[in-house]
């Protein structure tokens, strides 16, 4: 029997297609290692990233595995003066998600979400399903359809 993440249920309730990508039977555990295993390209495989602004409001950025995302561009694109890594303590109380798990599907409460604008280069994104070693991949289009997020350039 194939394995059923949150996220994967969400998008099934939902009627969404996607793809899942499973790489839990090996010892990858950055993004890029990750799209190495998968024989994925990294541009097109995003990491999810919670940060916390100057407001004490929580944020979400999605940006590909191999960059980084720029603080002060990620501040702009959601009106802060600046915006912090949320520490990794904090992850699972505020979105449900542990670290190297963090999707922006079924996180505890809607957070404002900007994924870098790299993401319409592409068909489909890759992304967390919301547990270590479990990917899903989908249309941005059909994201649109489970979270609300902006297109921004938030990469250094």
Do not use: W
């Amino acid at each position: 029997m194939e394995y059923k993440t949150n996220v994967m249920r969400i998008l099934d309730k939902l009627k969404i297609e996607y793809k899942n990508h499973s790489y839990a039977n090996t010892d990858a555990i950055s993004g890029l290692d990750v799209a190495n295993v998968l024989n994925q390209n990294p541009n097109q495989m995003f990491k999810t990233l919670v940060t916390t602004g100057k407001s004490n409001k929580y944020y979400v950025f999605m940006v590909p595995v191999a960059d980084e995302l720029d603080l002060k561009k990620a501040a702009k694109s959601v009106n802060e003066k600046a915006i912090e890594m949320l520490k990794t303590k904090d992850l699972l109380a505020i979105t449900g998600y542990i670290h190297g798990g963090c999707s922006p599907v079924g996180m505890k409460k809607n957070f404002i979400t900007t994924i870098d604008e790299s993401a319409a280069n592409f068909q489909t994104i890759i992304f967390s399903a919301g547990k270590i070693g479990y990917q899903v991949e989908m249309g941005v289009e059909e994201l649109k359809k489970v979270i609300r997020f902006n297109l921004v350039n938030i990469v250094e």
